[in-house]
């Protein structure tokens, strides 16, 4: 994690990377869960119709979860493909809060709602949920 050098005087570069790949991991690990959860609600209320009080609520859980995703991911003090994937995935984890927020806003037009319809293009690597998944899974190939 990034903080004052005093707090990491005396850990090897090493330890230190380890730690983070390590972080990373299990950040991704749970990014990959919350996108799953987040795409099964989208795909719930793809139809336009208002939101049940239960998928409301679990809307603005999952945008919490993100948000703080992201504070823990771009607090990883990482280097080299480390670093990479780290702003990959703060990036994913921006675009799904950017979703889930305007995916449920009420006063958005007709015209505003082909917002969902990002989820299929824009200048990603293929379905958000699928780039996490394939993060996750390239950082756990290097631990083995």
């Known amino acids: 994690m990034r903080?004052?050098?005093?707090d990491r005087a005396g850990v090897p570069r090493a330890l230190a990377d380890?730690?983070?790949r390590l972080s990373l991991l299990a950040l991704l690990g749970q990014a990959v869960d919350s996108a799953e959860e987040a795409e099964r609600l989208l795909t719930r209320n793809a139809d336009g119709s208002p939101p049940s009080a239960a998928d409301a609520r679990r809307n603005l859980r999952l945008r919490v979860g993100f948000a703080e995703l992201q504070h823990w991911v771009?607090?990883?003090d990482l280097a080299g493909r480390d670093a990479e994937v780290r702003d990959e995935t703060s990036r994913l984890l921006g675009f799904y809060l950017h979703l889930l927020t305007y995916a449920f806003d009420?006063?958005?037009s007709e015209a505003g709602r082909d917002r969902l319809a990002i989820r299929s293009r824009g200048p990603l690597t293929g379905a958000p949920c699928a780039r996490l998944t394939a993060l996750r899974e390239r950082v756990s190939s290097w631990e083995r």
């Open 3 to 6: 903080g004052p050098a005093d």
């Open 18 to 20: 380890e730690v983070g």
């Open 74 to 76: 771009d607090d990883l």
């Open 106 to 108: 009420r006063d958005i």
